[in-house]
């Protein structure tokens, strides 16, 4: 039985037991604090959720962004950042993704990419990208 | 290290149906550009001369020159032409100046980084339609 989820939040199961269905309200960032899902029975302690993504990798990802964008250095970019808060377009939210493909050394899926609509989804998709590569 | 990336040689597509085909179009052409771009780069020995976030702005500045756009089927057209641009230039069949004088250079030589006519001015449009308005 695969796991279902509707926001691209990217789970790491080490081996999940059958019958685990885990669904998501909205795509809001998950922290290991605020986990909400629902399960029939208690949670096998091998699931392991890795959601948040490093500091550096947002850092470098923020720099990325702003200088695509044309932003002041002092503009605040967080993780949830959207990248339309920030004036980009749809081709500038696909310019942004492919500077971090370059920076990265790595390749993005079109349909991974597609969703990205935050520092923090970026982030994360990065960073599964390059444990990926190792 | 990614594998390099190889431009496939597709023939002519169907027209796109509507204009969220041809936007996902447009998008995998702008992904096919950039990631031919180190091999651009090697080609014709850019090293010194620019940056490759330099030429995705080219790239990108030319398809927001068409943004405007709404018809499916001239966005296939300017697509068509886009790839047979980039084909070119991948193979060689172009020169290192005229990438610099195309792509890399500013106003200087770059004639069409303006936007078209959108419709600024009126006086303009009658003008050029008939002498008396």
Redesign the interface.
Known sequence: MSTTFCSSVSMQATSLAATTRISFQKPALVSRTNLSFNLGRSIPTRLSVSCAAKPETVEKVSKIVK??LSLKDDQKVVAETKFADLGAD???T??IV??L??EF???MA?EKA?KISTVEEAAELIEELVQAKK | MAAPFTLRKIGVQPNSANLTEARRRVFDFFRAACRSIPTIMDIYNLQDVVAPSQLRFAISAQIRNNAHVTDPKVIDLLLFKGMEELTDIVDHAKQRHHIIGQYVVGEGLVQNTGSKDQGKSDFLKNFYTSNYF
Do not use: P
């Open positions: 200088k695509q749809s081709l500038d696909v310019e492919m500077g493909e370059e050394d790595i390749e079109e597609q």
